[in-house]
């Protein structure tokens, strides 16, 4: 009876013991999943939010340094000639379907692929406006020029641009969610190493409480048999 009983017991903390290998497993397989979704999650931060965020910057700058030089030329009456005005603004407009390439291939969510979209849409719209209004100054006239720059070229330099400041707001939008999913990732984190740690005090009691037993118990027996 004595080595029948000695047996269950060591069998019970055999079964509590290999509860807390498994638990052990499985909190790390968790764990381990948790830091690459974090992972992912910063790196979607630097190189699909904050990467393209100075891309939309430099995308700005470019219209506004197209939309500089025009009107320098336009109305000021001290530019360069045509054909340099049109090597300046083919570097800037080379710059932004370079940047408008690599913003393609971030990771864009539905909203984000619309926009930028339409926005590299009206990019090549206003090169179109441009081609024009250069085309009214050497086959027209100055005038003719800048009236179509008045009535098209601002304000379509100006529309194209508002599509940049819709992407801006997205980008922070998506910025901030991502920040929060880290954040979730963090505490879920947390809460397993909490966990992990509270069942293995809760087994190691149980184990001593056991052992404990099974001492009171052998001590018992030796007592009757010596009676």
């Known amino acids: 009876m004595k080595w029948t009983f000695i047996i269950r017991e060591k069998l019970k903390v055999a079964f509590l013991l290999a509860g807390i290998m498994l ?5 790390n397989v968790m764990e381990r999943r948790n ?9 979607s931060i630097y190189y699909d ?5 100075t891309d939309i910057f430099y995308l700005t700058s470019n219209l506004y340094k197209r939309r500089m030089l025009m009107e320098h030329f336009l109305f000021t009456g001290q530019a360069a000639s045509v054909g340099d005005l049109r090597k300046n603004l083919g570097s800037h407009s080379d710059s932004i379907m370079h940047l408008i390439a690599k913003f393609e291939k971030t990771l864009l969510i539905k909203e984000e692929s619309v ?68 954040k979730g990732i963090a505490s879920s984190s947390d809460m397993l190493m909490t966990l992990q740690i509270t069942v293995a005090l809760v087994i190691g009691l149980l184990i ?20």
């Not at 638990?23 to 909190?27: F, K, M």
């Open 23 to 27: 638990l052990i497993g499985l909190t």
């Open 35 to 43: 830091m690459k979704n974090l992972d992912q999650s910063f790196s």
């Open 49 to 53: 939010r904050l990467i393209p965020a």
């Open 115 to 182: 926009y930028l979209a339409e926005f590299k849409r009206r990019v090549q719209h206003y090169n179109n406006v441009e081609s024009r209004i250069l085309r009214e100054w050497t086959q027209q006239s100055p005038q003719h020029a800048q009236e179509l720059y008045e009535r098209e070229g601002r304000n379509d330099l100006l529309s194209t641009i508002h599509y940049l400041e819709e992407l801006t707001r997205i980008q922070s939008s998506v910025g901030l969610d991502l920040i929060q999913n880290s």
């Open 208 to 227: 001593h409480a056991l052992v404990a037993a099974s001492r009171i118990t052998r001590q018992n027996n030796e007592n009757f048999n010596l009676n």
